[in-house]
């Protein structure tokens, strides 16, 4: 079993940058991928970004692309996310996930993992 620990949110004005971590613990050798999501209240949730813990590969959604960097620091078996130029519709409870995808890093279904969140707001 993995323990993901999501940190980092906050209130933030619009304009702004928060970083997101999230520390795993426990059994990380099964999963080799890490992933935010984001879900705001009435909303389904989102995807946000996808990273191998080697690194070697990285996704974004439609929404952190140009914004949002991912990264990890695997001696810390940690994922970073640097949000910059937040806007209010990035106000969300975001998720940290880890597994095995099969068929496609989008997908909530494919991470058997999850962290409780870390709230970002954002205000205009």
């Known amino acids: 079993q993995v323990q993901l620990v999501e940190s980092g949110g906050g209130l933030v004005q619009a304009g702004g940058s928060l970083r997101l971590s999230c520390a795993a613990s426990?059994?990380?050798?099964?999963?080799?991928?890490v992933a935010w999501f984001r879900q705001a209240p009435g909303k389904e949730r989102e995807f946000v970004a996808a990273?191998?813990?080697?690194?070697?590969?990285?996704i974004y959604g439609d929404s952190a692309k140009g914004r949002f960097t991912a990264s990890t620091d695997n001696a810390k078996n940690t994922m970073y996310l640097q949000m910059n130029s937040l806007k209010p519709e990035d106000t969300a409870l975001y998720l940290c996930?880890?597994?095995?995808?099969?068929?496609?890093?989008?997908?909530?279904?494919?991470?058997?993992?999850w962290g409780q969140g870390t709230q970002v707001t954002v205000s205009s």
């Open positions: 996930a880890s597994g095995s995808p099969r068929n496609s890093f989008r997908r909530a279904s494919e991470y058997n993992n």
């Open positions: 990273i191998t813990w080697s690194g070697t590969s990285t």
């Open positions: 426990g059994r990380t050798g099964g999963s080799y991928a």
